[in-house]
Structures are given as structure tokens and as C-alpha cells.
T-cell receptor, first 114, second 114 residues
């Protein structure tokens, strides 16, 4: 059974600082996703990472994927308060037969303080 | 149009009520999903429909009954729910479930069972 582990689960940062969230998964995967979720809201897709060495950047967030190490990172540069949210990584993998399903990490609750 | 819509946004129901959640997409996707998300937890997959047929049931209690009337619509019929079923219910769709395709999430229905 696929396991997806995120760390840290809680992250309190000061504005202007940098930090990285890690996502490890246990078996071969076809795709890895990063989502943002604000309280009471749905999931917002941030990045889709398809292949080994993939790196994507949007604003202050940058995501990378190392399929050999089964590791993805979400790097935050010069954090601002608006980045406060819960961040989930999710791995797409075959689930018996020909169906695929997403397995989510537990999420990282990010709080950016002034 | 990359939108998945869900109605209602909020629902309060008693344990003896029968209600339904509705999800709709017009992206031509052939796979649709129901997820349940409790507070401060990741989404948990409940059901997957592929080409209007149920392909994954994650051992969900029978008080939840999914229905896929056509390729654009997905319903979740609720009957005799328990207070612990209170959660955010998310619908998603993707091009197919037999491959690693990105899922697009709706805004969710916040369900409270009293």
C-alpha cells in the first residue's frame, strides 16, 4: 500500500524567511501534485510534477521531484502572510486493476507571522 | 471551462433525513470522484466512477449511495447518517481513471449531521 509522508506537519514562519516542506512516498508513482487549501475551502492545484528532475515555480513557491529518492519538495521563498494555508502533496498511483487513485499526505499547516 | 460545481454549498440534516449532494462537470471528463474530508485531515477517497460505472468503492457504509446518471453528473445520496459523517464532501473529475490524469476539484459541500 502506498504511503505518503509530509513533514513538517506544522510550520510557523516569519515573513521574509525561506523554508522547505518535504513529501516522501513509498512506491513508484506516475505523478505528484501539490495542493493548497484555505480553511473551509476546496483544494487549489499548485503544481503537477510528471517526471524525475521536474521543477516548477510560481511566485514564491517552487516544487521539485526526485523519483529515484521518491521525494518532492515545496520551497517557500521570502514568505508572506498570504501564503498561510494547509499544503498537501498527493501521489497518483495504480490501485488494483487499471484504476488510478490519489493518495494524500497528512498536510502541512503553514502559518506566516508578521 | 475547467470548473466542477457542487450543490448545495452547505447542508444540515437530521439522522433520519434523506438528502442528496450533486456534482456537475462539463469538461468531457469520463471519471468522477467523491471524497470526504474531516477537519484538519487530508481528503479520503470514497468512490470512483469511470465511464458512468462504479469502479472503486473504498468500503464506504451503505448509508452513502452514489449515482452517476450521465457522464457530466454525479450524485451522492445520503440516508440515516451519523453525526460523525459531518465533513466537507468534495467532488472531482478527471479525463480518465485508468491513467494518471489530473483531478479537478469542486468547491465542496459542508455537511452537518445533527
Amino acid at each position: 500500500e502506498l504511503k505518503v509522508e509530509q513533514n513538517p506537519l506544522f510550520l510557523s514562519m516569519q515573513e521574509g524567511k525561506n523554508y522547505t516542506i518535504y513529501c516522501n512516498y513509498s512506491t513508484t508513482s506516475d505523478r505528484l501534485y501539490w495542493y493548497r487549501q484555505d480553511p473551509g475551502k476546496s483544494l487549489e492545484s499548485l503544481f503537477v510534477l510528471l517526471s524525475n528532475g521536474a521543477v516548477k515555480q510560481e511566485g514564491r513557491l517552487m516544487a521539485s521531484l526526485d523519483t529515484k529518492a521518491r521525494l518532492s519538495t515545496l520551497h517557500i521563498t521570502a514568505a508572506v502572510h498570504d501564503l498561510s494555508a494547509t499544503y498537501f502533496c498527493a501521489v497518483d498511483s495504480r490501485s488494483g486493476g487499471s484504476n488510478y487513485k490519489l493518495t494524500f499526505g497528512k498536510g502541512t499547516l503553514l502559518t506566516v507571522n508578521p | 471551462d475547467t470548473e466542477v460545481t457542487q450543490t448545495p454549498k452547505h447542508l444540515v440534516m437530521g439522522m433520519t433525513n434523506k438528502k442528496s449532494l450533486k456534482c456537475e462537470q462539463h469538461m468531457g471528463h469520463r471519471a468522477m470522484y467523491w471524497y470526504k474530508q474531516k477537519a484538519k485531515k487530508p481528503p479520503e477517497l470514497m468512490f470512483v466512477y469511470s465511464y458512468e460505472k462504479l469502479s472503486i468503492n473504498e468500503s464506504v457504509p451503505s448509508r452513502f449511495s452514489p449515482e452517476c446518471p450521465n457522464s457530466s453528473l454525479l450524485n451522492l445520496h445520503l440516508h440515516a447518517l451519523q453525526p460523525e459523517d459531518s465533513a466537507l464532501y468534495l467532488c472531482a473529475s478527471s479525463q480518465s481513471s485508468t491513467g494518471a490524469y489530473e483531478q479537478y476539484f469542486g468547491p465542496g459541500t459542508r455537511l452537518t449531521v445533527t
